[in-house]
C-alpha cells in the first residue's frame, strides 16, 4: 500500500513539474514572438529615416511631413523598448501614417520614383512589411498556444504557480483593415 501511495505521489509530482514546464516554455515563445515583432518594428523605423532623406532631397518644403516621421519613428522605438501591445499597435499606425504621406509626397516627383536608391528602400520596406506580418501572425499563434493552455484543463491549475497568464492578440490599429491609396 505504502508504494502505491508513494508511486502516486512521485507521478503527481512530475505530472506537475511538466505542466510547471509546459507552461513556461509557451510564455518564453510568447515573449520570443514579440521581440520578433520589434526587431521588424525597429528595422522598418530604421529604413524610413533613409527613405525620408531621399524624398527631402526633391521635396524640401514638406517639412510637416518630416517631422511627423520623425515623430512616429521616436514612438516606435520607445514602444519597441518595452512598450505593451497596444502602445507598439499604435506606434505603428502613426508610422503607418508617416509613411503614406511619405509616399504621397513622392508620388508628386517622377523623377524621385524612378530613382534607384528609391526603388531599392521601397523594395526593402516591402520585405520589411511582409516581415512583420508574418512576425505577427507568429505571436498571435503563440499567444493562442499559451492562452489554450492556460484557461484549459488541467494547465490551468498550474498557471498561478507558473507565473503565466493569458495573453493579447495583437491586432492590427484601427484604419488598417483597408490598404492606403
Not at 159 to 180: H, L, N, S
Amino acid at each position: 500500500m505504502l508504494w502505491i501511495i508513494l508511486a502516486i505521489v512521485v507521478a503527481l509530482v512530475l505530472f506537475g513539474v511538466v505542466a510547471f514546464n509546459k507552461l513556461r516554455t509557451a510564455d518564453i515563445g510568447v515573449d520570443e514572438a514579440l521581440g520578433g515583432i520589434d526587431v521588424q518594428l525597429t528595422r522598418r523605423a530604421d529604413l524610413i529615416p533613409n527613405l525620408v532623406n531621399t524624398v527631402k532631397g526633391y521635396a524640401q518644403h514638406e517639412k510637416s511631413v518630416f517631422e511627423e516621421v520623425t515623430a512616429a519613428r521616436a514612438s516606435m522605438s520607445k514602444a519597441a523598448a518595452g512598450g505593451t501591445i497596444a502602445e507598439k499597435a499604435a506606434s505603428e499606425a502613426l508610422m503607418n501614417k508617416a509613411l503614406v504621406d511619405v509616399m504621397a509626397v513622392a508620388e508628386a516627383y517622377p523623377d524621385l520614383k524612378a530613382s534607384a536608391n528609391f526603388q531599392q528602400l521601397q523594395t526593402e520596406l516591402s520585405d520589411t512589411e511582409n516581415k512583420l506580418s508574418f512576425a505577427r501572425q507568429f505571436y498571435n499563434d503563440a499567444a493562442r498556444t499559451l492562452n489554450e493552455l492556460v484557461k484549459t484543463i488541467p494547465w490551468m491549475f498550474f498557471a498561478g504557480i507558473a507565473g503565466v497568464k493569458a495573453r493579447d492578440f495583437y491586432e492590427a490599429p484601427a484604419g488598417q483593415e483597408t490598404p492606403p491609396n
